[in-house]
């Protein structure tokens, strides 16, 4: 999962994860791309998948999470973060590539960085300082002293432990399944390899293991990817909304 890289320049290094994480923006970049160049009134399978995806992304995560009157700006930001977390995700299910780029932390937490100032900016620019800072931390219909302990539990939720949670739950699920998978496979491994007779035969529950973690894992990277570009939305829609 850490492989040593490619090269390094002083204290950076360049390494599969990276050139994973380019590879991703050319990916969904070159598909929509292709899929789009016609632009027929009645699309061809390509144009279809991606005209598909597209609205999943524009109807599902955009118009009915953030609001009709709302959602079209955030659309763009909506749309890449669900693809390149996907594909990024995907990585680790692909034979030979068999990398989610997520399960590194940093990717993770830029993501997450990029989601945070994007909602806290939006909130600020609508409500104002104070007002984005009070729709935040200050509940209507608690009572005033209740503020006391609300305020700093609030702030602290939705401005700090809030931006940590949205990366960490993508980093350690990715993380996690691919480490599952890995133990399966070398689990398999050494039970044929190194023990065999009794052993290659245990292998075959090992083995299938493994094939139940593969394709559980492949629909968790899916999910996540969902879950990161929801939660985004969920965020966006609290900024732009009148109160909470």
Known sequence: MHL???FALGSFGFGKQMLLVLLSVAVVAGFFMWAGRRRAM???????????GYGFVRNSLGKQLIGA?????????????????????????????????????????????????TWVGVGIKRKGLGGFFKDLTMPSGVPPLL???????????????????????????????????MVAASLTSFLILEVG??????????????????????????????????????????SVSEGH
Request: net charge neutral; charged share 5%; glycine share 8%.
């Open 147 to 181: 503020y006391i302990i609300l305020v700093p539990i609030e702030f602290l939720s939705n401005l700090l432990i809030r931006p940590v949670t949205h990366a960490l739950r993508l980093f350690a699920t990715m993380f996690g399944g691919h480490m599952a998978m």
């Open 197 to 238: 007779g009794v052993g290659a035969a245990a292998s075959l529950a090992s083995g299938a293991l493994g094939i139940f973690l593969y394709f559980l894992e492949l629909m968790i990277q899916c999910i996540q990817a969902y879950i990161f570009a929801l939660l985004l939305a969920v965020y966006i829609q609290g």
């Open 69 to 117: 009157h709302h959602f079209k700006p955030f659309v763009p930001l909506l749309f890449a973060s669900f693809f390149f977390i996907l594909v990024n995700n995907l990585y680790g299910s692909i034979p030979v590539l068999q990398l989610p780029t997520m399960s590194h932390a940093g990717s993770a937490y830029v993501l997450a960085a990029i989601a945070w100032l």
């Open 42 to 52: 009645v699309p061809g399978k390509g144009q279809f998948v991606a005209e598909m």
């Open 4 to 6: 040593p890289d490619f």
